[in-house]
């Protein structure tokens, strides 16, 4: 029997299409709040005896997990044989270690939530850092899916002297796969590092006061660089790691 989907709200449009390209059956729900913050839930499509699968991102976690959770036991007193997750983006993934004493170890705690409501999960390019595998957290079955060779191909063939830009320095795996799987080689700069082929750049706090950040955890500092053109347009606040493709190796005159 196929699979049911049923879209949190604002998740209409890929619940749809995994729907489409799972041979799969969209469910209709009814999640909204009451005047006083709590959810009401209702699941709209027989579930009995099939698979349930719930899709929604969990880009603020704090507001959407609760009805997500109502959701899927509502499908599995609904009688639901199994009750999966497609969630793109997994949060609390980033706090997978007790870096000061009393700190919570957030990923493990949410991922324990998620066993609680959940019988398997899939994510997009989980933040995984010192947990290498999604299997290493989940006690139930867990996959990540790759986006970098997509979006590598849509770069490819839609822009011209691509600039990638990573919000911090570990950032660089995800960054550095979409390079990678573009036509040209792209690189990341460390300040403390000189570019191939030049002297160490200098700061470039008189134009570009933005592009230089300090890494707290590693004490490093990565500014925004170029190709033969120098830089284009100034880059965001947040820029800590910088990739281009077709990277020559000099730096931009800001940085010389």
């Known amino acids: 029997m196929s699979p049911v989907l049923f879209p ?11 729907a489409d390209g799972l041979k799969g059956m969209g469910g209709r729900i009814d999640v909204r709040r009451f005047p006083d913050g709590d959810s009401y839930v209702r699941i709209d499509t027989t579930v009995s005896d099939r698979t349930v ?55 493990r705690y949410f991922a324990h939530l998620l066993e609680v409501s959940f019988d398997w999960l899939v994510t997009v390019d989980p933040h995984l850092h010192r947990i290498h595998s999604l299997n290493q957290l989940f006690a139930i079955p867990a996959a990540a899916v790759h986006a970098a060779p997509y979006l590598a191909d849509w770069i490819r063939n839609n822009v011209e002297n691509p600039l990638l830009i990573g919000p911090d320095s ?26 191939p082929g030049r002297s160490r750049c200098r700061s470039v706090d008189a134009q570009y006061r933005r592009c230089r950040r300090t890494d707290a955890g590693i004490g490093r500092r990565y500014h925004f660089y170029g190709s033969d053109n120098g830089c284009r347009d100034s880059p965001p606040s947040s820029a800590w790691v910088v990739l281009r493709a077709g990277m020559r190796g000099r730096a931009c005159d800001f940085c010389r």
């Open 8 to 18: 949190l709200p604002g998740n209409e449009r890929m619940a749809a299409a995994l």
């Open 53 to 107: 699968i719930l899709v929604c991102t969990l880009d603020r976690p704090d507001e959407k997990f609760l009805q997500l959770s109502l959701v899927a036991a509502t499908a599995r007193d609904l009688g639901a044989a199994q009750v999966g997750l497609v969630c793109p983006y997994l949060p609390y993934m980033r706090q997978d270690a007790r870096f000061r004493p009393g700190e919570a170890i957030s990923s």
């Open 170 to 195: 570990e950032s660089e795996q995800w960054v550095g796969s979409v390079v990678g799987g573009c036509t040209r080689a792209g690189g990341l700069h460390d300040s403390r590092k000189s570019p």
